[in-house]
């Protein structure tokens, strides 16, 4: 089903919107929650919860990409969750992520509305194979071996392509006045 058709189905409180969204990006939902997670019920728990969530946040929003948007909801669950899980404890692949980011953005404490505009706007100007190893990377939590199955490209490869992406936006930062 459509994207427009399946909000159209969420504005008009149609219960067969939930089954429409679920065939159409459930399992990229859950995929995000699993790379934050690692744990199988708890990601599926935080499906279930983004479904009530985008339930309940259609209207009066109208996204555009409806997957993208519920996907950004069970991911932000899963971190919430996340966080509570662990609480003053870090893993491993959550602390690798952060080094890796925290090259490129230095200033924690940045306007994080004014940062998400920057990256945003670093994104849209990426080539399209490139936006897909970041977002891969940086937003659903893949291991470089996963992005390499994903995309066919040898692990190195994808490694030495998020490195240059990490430079490109450390430079796209610096000219928006960010400190890095």
């Known amino acids: ?29 859950k995929a995000a929650a699993m790379n934050v997670l690692k744990n199988e019920q708890d990601a599926e728990e935080c499906v279930n ?21 519920a996907c950004g909801t069970a991911r932000n669950i899963a971190m919430q969750k996340y966080r509570y899980n662990t609480a003053e404890k ?13 090259e490129v953005i230095a200033d924690q ?16 100007s990426l080539k399209k194979s ?7 990377r940086y937003y659903y939590g893949d291991t470089l071996a996963e992005i390499s199955m994903i995309t066919g490209m040898k692990e190195n490869a994808v490694s030495v392509r ?19």
């Open 90 to 102: 870090r893993n491993a692949v959550t602390v690798s992520l952060d080094a890796e980011l925290s």
């Open 1 to 29: 089903m459509e994207n427009e058709k399946i909000v159209k189905l969420f504005t008009d409180r149609d219960e067969s919107a939930i089954k429409a969204l679920s065939e159409l990006c459930g399992d990229k939902m």
């Open 130 to 136: 490139d936006r897909i190893l970041f977002m891969r």
């Open 49 to 69: 919860d983004a479904y009530l969530s985008v339930w309940n946040s259609i209207p009066p929003n109208k996204p555009d990409n409806i997957c993208a948007y």
């Open 162 to 180: 998020l490195l240059r992406i990490r430079r490109k936006l450390a430079d796209h930062l610096k000219k928006e006045g960010y400190r890095i």
């Open 109 to 124: 404490s940045a306007d994080n509305d004014g940062l998400s505009f920057a990256v945003n706007g670093f994104l849209k």
